[in-house]
């Protein structure tokens, strides 16, 4: 089973969700109902919910790339020992992702905003997965796997 811990930095966040984190709860547990992969796991990560001026100091700090964006992933496992830890152990931490408002609220109907935060958190989440779109076969793979994921949480 997956959880994800939400934190809020920022009261902009509640115009667009009332309470990000049922909103999340809801979401995360259609998948865990619907896919059974991880049902004996206890899988988590965190999901920091951020504005333009905090996402842009992460990706600074930690990628070396003085801007903005729309989602940062931080694995907290190298994708070689997460399929290790994954086939062996119970409780696993994933690693935290950063979903910035600023870069989705232009959205004008807050269904489309809707849309547009599963599609980032859910892009961070199956980074933290093990998944990449370096190369062209990877983005193919990773698509796939998001569209899957995106389906089971909008049933």
Same mark, same amino acid.
């Given at each position: 089973?997956?959880?994800?811990?939400?934190?809020?930095?920022n009261n902009k966040w509640n115009l667009f969700l009332k309470n990000p984190n049922s909103y999340i709860d809801r979401k995360i547990n259609?998948?865990? !109902?619907?896919? &059974? $992969?991880?049902?004996?796991?206890?899988?988590?990560?965190?999901?920091?919910?951020?504005?333009n001026k905090e996402i842009k100091n992460l990706n600074k700090k930690f990628r070396k790339k003085?801007?903005?964006t729309d989602v940062l992933s931080f694995? !907290?496992?190298? &994708? $070689?020992?997460?399929k290790l830890i994954l086939s062996k152990d119970k409780e696993i931490y994933l690693g935290?992702?950063?979903?910035n408002l600023d870069k989705i609220k232009s959205q004008k109907n807050l269904q489309n905003f809707k849309i547009e935060f599963d599609q980032l958190w859910v892009h961070g989440l199956i980074h933290?997965?093990?998944y990449d779109h370096k190369k062209d076969k990877e983005y193919s793979e990773m698509s796939k796997i998001e569209k899957k994921f995106i389906e089971l949480i909008n049933v």
């Open positions: 089973m997956i959880k994800i811990n939400v934190i809020t930095n259609k998948y865990n !109902f619907k896919d &059974k $992969k991880y049902q004996k796991k206890n899988i988590y990560c965190t999901l920091l919910l951020s504005r003085n801007k903005t694995p !907290f496992h190298k &994708k $070689k020992e997460l935290d992702i950063i979903v933290l997965l093990g």
